[in-house]
């Protein structure tokens, strides 16, 4: 799969970028490479025939199920308030339903309400991706001074069948504009195949939802999370059509991975953000050296800043903390499994990240089944868990952070030698350990790490996340 990418990667941004293009073209979700490294990513380039029929199938299903939801639905959105003005509009999303009692959002933090201490109205769109019903929603944030519109997967039904033949009338544009690049039929055939997916699909509903919302509340500002998805540029075009003075913030919630690409590549005026807001200095210095991009970078810091705080005196204990895909949980539990059973004195804390649950772990492994005494599964919260450790054992996650900002010592475990990197802290030198095996981790773990490789630690993580700035997007309205 390297080779695909090192081989296509250019071919897609040429696609995207061809004079002939269009919205169409740009929400076809499989020339959008996020990353050219991280595991089921690369799955979504690799589907077998039967796969690929199977899928076809199901799309075709859910999109005759979606037409009709209009009909029991009565709108695409989900809201307590109606004719809301908002001089913001915050596009986040709704990933687990414990999110509906909470004030601040997930993504965006308390931000939102200091716009609103501020004298700036706002309001945040939620991508439901939580599939919470319309009651739940309803019913949650009552008392909060921020409404919310939660999105529905449908846009009406004469809606999904417009959009639906708009992309099947594109279909002729896009064969144009591969036969012109000469590129290969069988590489042509699954761009093609693609360009009807479920995931393009959503990427357009999406961005048309976010856009008829911010003509409703005569929005001045949209600001969306950054990743580099199709969905996001689309935003971008779709809200300046409705309104052409509207100003367009990505803002970069995450780690900027090494072998990350959509997020750091142009699509032009149309598709980019007016702005990028960052979460810390580091990302900003990363965006800062790509010459192509154009947009303002702005550091704007993180919900998920936390203070100074090494703590001492901790217990010999790893947390390992996989991020939210299956495959990556079980990569890391069966890893610290093994030299669990080896060395029974060590102990490790599994931690999950928020949209996953032991319980559909174990639908997945059989390794839960009879689990050794010095392997704990966490049900705290993540700075209790912190607190009980002295290392971390990591790949992507980005919980690694807060971690060794309270002094645990990072260790980034690569499966193979020619294994490209997914490691959230790769700018990190000092302090981190990366290991292969199992040899390779058990010198990690009885490795010592001094007052000023903490320090050191602590620094990194203080310039990963930043404060969160509320001048700094006021100034970037201006």
């Not at 919900?303 to 939210?324: E, F, G, R, T, W």
């Not at 700018?427 to 290991?435: A, I, M, P, T």
Request: charge should be positive; aromatic fraction near 12%.
């Amino acid at each position: 799969m390297k080779n695909f990418f090192k081989s296509n990667i250019s071919v897609f941004d040429k696609i995207l970028l061809h004079k002939s293009g269009d919205q169409h073209i740009v929400a076809n979700t499989f020339l959008h490479i996020l990353s050219t490294a991280y595991p089921d990513l690369l799955e979504n380039y690799n589907l077998s025939t039967k796969g690929k029929i199977w899928a076809s199938i199901r799309f075709k299903l859910v999109f005759v199920v979606r037409a009709f939801q209009f009909i029991f639905n009565g709108k695409y959105y989900c809201t307590r308030q109606e004719n809301v003005a908002s001089d913001v509009l915050f596009v986040s999303h709704l990933t687990n339903k414990q999110q509906i009692s909470q004030d601040a959002d997930a993504y965006f933090g308390d931000l939102p309400n200091q716009l609103l201490l501020n004298g700036i109205s706002n309001s945040i769109i939620l991508m439901n991706h939580a599939k919470a019903n319309k009651r739940q929603m309803l019913d949650g944030w009552c008392g909060s001074k921020i409404p919310r519109f939660v999105l529905f997967s449908s846009l009406g039904f004469l809606s999904e069948i417009k959009l639906y033949f708009a992309q099947r009338k594109s279909e002729q544009q896009l064969k144009f504009i591969m036969n012109d690049l000469k590129i290969d039929k069988k590489l042509a055939k699954d761009i093609l195949y693609n360009h009807f997916s479920s995931s393009t699909f959503a990427a357009l509903r999406v961005a048309k939802q976010v856009a008829n919302i911010a003509s409703r509340t005569n929005a001045k500002f949209i600001v969306t999370t950054y990743e580099g998805h199709a969905w996001e540029c689309l935003v971008y075009h779709f809200a300046r059509k409705v309104n052409p003075d509207i100003k367009c913030f990505g803002y970069q919630h995450a780690a900027v991975f090494e072998h990350q690409h959509a997020i750091k590549r142009t699509l032009g005026k149309k598709y980019n953000p007016d702005v990028i807001l960052t979460s810390g200095l580091l990302s900003q210095a990363i965006f800062k050296r790509i010459q192509s991009i154009k947009s303002s970078i702005i550091c704007l810091g993180s919900p998920q800043h936390n203070p100074s705080d090494i703590l001492l005196n901790k217990s010999q204990c790893c947390l390992v903390v996989p991020q939210a895909e299956v495959s990556e949980c079980l990569t890391l539990f069966e890893f610290s499994l093994t030299y669990a059973k080896n060395y029974q004195e060590k102990k490790f804390i599994w931690r999950l990240h928020p949209l996953v649950s032991f319980e559909n772990l174990k639908k997945h492994s059989a390794i839960f089944n009879n689990l050794p005494d010095n392997i704990y599964l966490s049900e705290s919260d993540l700075d209790e868990d912190i607190q009980k450790c002295d290392s971390v054992l990591y790949r992507g996650s980005t919980a690694v952070v807060k971690a060794i900002n309270a002094g645990l010592m990072p260790i980034y475990y690569q499966k193979s030698a020619d294994e490209l990197s997914i490691d959230s802290i790769y700018q990190l030198h000092q302090g981190k350990v990366v290991v292969h095996n199992q040899k390779e981790l058990n010198l990690a773990l009885n490795k010592d790490i001094d007052k000023e490789t903490k320090q050191a630690l602590q620094d990194f993580a203080q310039d990963f996340f930043t404060l969160l700035d509320v001048q700094a997007l006021k100034d970037a309205m201006l």
